[in-house]
């Protein structure tokens, strides 16, 4: 566990953690740390902030020491060489006809460089002004565009509250802000009541929102009808701070606003709605089941007969191939049910005859042996006899 006190270099400016180490320091004291610009002087605003070093995090740096007097007799030059380098930088910036404000200007603690920060409307090409400015400083020069906010957080001012503003008093970070939180806290959306001094929107719009947002979700919405101690009423408005209700409640035809806190409103319940719909969809459901008697249909049973069948139309020209291919479909399954054999034959090929040929004489084809003619039963017994003879 290591011992961390936060580190402020400028003024209202961002507060940044540093491992005191070994040293021995007190609330306000200034110190020199070291910063990825080099040494620089600041001063200690948060004392005793014990932390642990969370592994994967690179390691706090350390103050290097206390600062001397010397130390800040050279920040207190540093200071008045800044306010020189202003007005010599303005009259720069004139000459070379930019369009630019400059807002402020650093030195560095070792007298290695200056910055100097300035807003503009948009990219500007300040080669020319670098330049100048190097050969009149005999250092390293270099410039930052910055926003309106960070320049009010370096100039400094009173909000609309009378305050000093909050950037340049104690935020050292800048949280967004939107319109749609002057929304919810029914401010006035006029831009001159919820702007700050930076032409942006306050930063305090902030401070309330989260209340807003859970206060709103356990509150009725407007319009909505609620249950009070006098009636039924609706809705008409909300105060989120005071967690009150102001409900319309209607007395024949006269009708009053009254406030309510939270605690004595309840949300009226919604009625479930009857299942008729359900009944009907099926109650048609069924009818359209039905078969249609004879009544029903119209006319006789050949009547019926020459109507077309569901889905088709004859006498529409898309359906008009479809229709007669259902036709003779039909009918050649009619013709083999009505002649099977017929229907069996159908499959074989067709001899037919050439008339362009001659026709040649038909040739018989060869038949059996004719069968020997029986004879007569009296013609029999002779024969038998004879036989019988002979072989005697």
Known sequence: ?????????????????????????????????????????????????????????PPLKKIVRIATD??????????????????????????????????????????????????????????SLVKDLASVFKMRIELRQIGVRDEARMI???GPCGLQICCGSFLDEFQPVSIKMAKEQNLSLNPTKISGVCGRLMCCLKYEQDHYEQARKVMPRIGKEVVTPDGNGIVSDLNILKESVFVRITNGDSSEIKEYPLDMIQKVAPVPQPQTRMKDASASDSCESREPSNDDKGGSADHRKTRPESGTRNDHPGNLGNTVASKNKDARRQEKNDNPKRSSVLGKPVMRENTNKSQKPAVAAPSEKPAEKKEPASNWAEAVKKAMDSIS
């Open 156 to 158: 400094g001012g009173l």
């Open 70 to 127: 010397k130390d800040l007799r050279i920040s207190a030059e540093n200071r008045e060489k800044e306010k020189e380098a202003f007005s010599i930088c303005q009259k720069k910036i004139a000459e070379h006809k930019l369009d630019m404000k400059l807002v402020s200007v650093e030195y560095a603690f070792d007298n290695s460089k200056a910055l100097f920060y300035f807003t503009a409307n948009g990219r500007v090409d300040f080669r």
């Open 1 to 57: 566990m290591a011992a961390i006190v936060g580190v402020q270099f400028q003024k209202n400016g961002k507060i940044y953690n540093y491992d005191v180490g070994n040293l021995e320091i007190s609330q306000n004291d200034y110190v020199i740390a070291d910063t990825p610009h080099g040494l620089d002087l600041g001063q200690v605003t948060v004392l005793n902030n014990q932390g642990i070093q969370s592994e994967g995090v």
